[in-house]
């Protein structure tokens, strides 16, 4: 008989490997944000994962851990991590959760964050362009622009991304104005796939 484990690891391996395949990926954000000033509450960030796999994210993780922020670290497969974390987490907890992880561990979770009516509010992608190269593609309200450009100019970037989802404002507003840039990468040798910063929150959060 199959588990309940045995389930959800077929049904987030099917998921994957219809991402991987050629499935193409919308690179989108369900809400933007407005101009983020001293004023405005900070989004309450209960979680950072990451991916030990890959040395952009664990940049990352380190990062938001002098910031304060709690992390998770997963290797492609998010299996452990909902089982336990978020499966009683997502059930009480109102804080969001923020990564830099896989776009196919990107692509589970928020599969799985449905059950509790969570969605991505963020999402910036990061694609190797070549040699030293990356390219950043984020759709949202141009007033985040600005902020964002600076953090991606730079190698660091991968720790500027912790400190952008350490300081995210709560208030939201929708946007559909496409931003790609291209800067310099960092050391990105174990780069596999397609990585992704992003912010999974409730829905009511904004």
């Known amino acids: 008989m199959t588990t309940r484990r045995q389930f959800l690891r077929k049904g987030i391996a099917v998921s994957a490997l219809s991402l991987t395949a050629g499935q193409t990926l919308a690179v989108a954000v369900d809400t933007g944000w407005q101009s983020h000033s001293r004023s405005q ?3 309450p960030i209960s979680q950072v994962v990451f991916d030990r ?9 380190a990062e938001a851990a002098q910031l304060g922020m709690p992390t998770y670290g997963i290797a492609g497969d998010v299996t452990a991590l909902w089982y336990d974390d978020l499966d009683q987490r997502w059930r009480t907890d109102p804080g969001a959760i923020a990564g830099l992880t896989g776009v196919s561990s990107l692509f589970c979770l928020e599969q799985l964050g449905r059950r509790d009516d969570r969605r991505v ?3 910036i992608e990061h694609l190797a362009a070549g040699p030293g190269v990356v390219e950043h593609r984020l759709r949202g309200p141009e007033d985040l622009f ?6 991606i100019r730079t190698p660091s970037w991968p720790s500027q991304m912790a400190r952008l989802v350490s ?3 709560v208030t939201a507003t929708p946007g ?7 800067g310099p990468a960092g050391p990105v040798g174990d780069w596999v796939e397609t990585l992704v910063t992003w912010i999974i ?6």
């Open 121 to 123: 509010m963020l999402r």
């Open 53 to 61: 796999d890959f040395h952009a994210s664990r940049a990352f993780a």
């Open 167 to 169: 300081s995210a404002p």
């Open 146 to 151: 600005a902020r964002i450009r600076p953090m």
């Open 176 to 182: 559909a104005h496409p931003l790609s840039q291209v």
């Open 41 to 43: 509450s900070h989004m």
């Open 201 to 206: 929150a409730p829905r009511r959060t904004v």
